[in-house]
Nanobody, 119 residues
Framework: QVQVVESGGGLVQAGGSLRLSCVASGGIFRINAMGWHRQAPGKQRELVATITSGGSANYADSVKGRFTISRDNAKNTVYLQMNSLKPEDTAVYYC?????????????WGQGTQVTVSS
């Protein structure tokens, strides 16, 4: 019954910006760490950014200074603000969240949202 759903992907010119959103819902007691990964065609999935329940963020070197991850705990939502986008940022972006019920916990993944950056 738990769902993790991304939104906000699309087509943008190099140098432009997008903001991705990820909402978790259904039977949630607590959301711990949340993060974003991405996967381009023919490449392995890679970590983009993570944020802890306390708000501590980490970023891949390739996006530092350009992307910002944030979360709204009251809305069970994590955001990824992407600025100064480059063609190499083109990928499917996946949200993941470590979610706990009263007596269980597991990682959940969204279905992904496509980000395409043209030059």
């Amino acid at each position: 019954q738990v769902q993790v759903v991304e939104s906000g992907g699309g087509l943008v010119q190099a140098g432009g910006s997008l903001r991705l959103s990820c909402v978790a819902s259904g039977g949630i007691f607590r959301i711990n760490a949340m993060g974003w990964h991405r996967q381009a065609p023919g490449k392995q999935r890679e970590l983009v950014a993570t944020i802890t329940s306390g708000g501590s963020a980490n970023y891949a070197d390739s996006v530092k200074g350009r992307f910002t991850i944030s979360r709204d705990n009251a809305k069970n939502t994590v955001y990824l603000q992407m600025n100064s986008l480059k063609p190499e940022d083109t990928a499917v972006y996946y949200c993941n969240a470590a979610i706990s019920g009263v007596h269980w916990s597991r990682d959940y993944w969204g279905q992904g949202t496509q980000v395409t950056v043209s030059s």
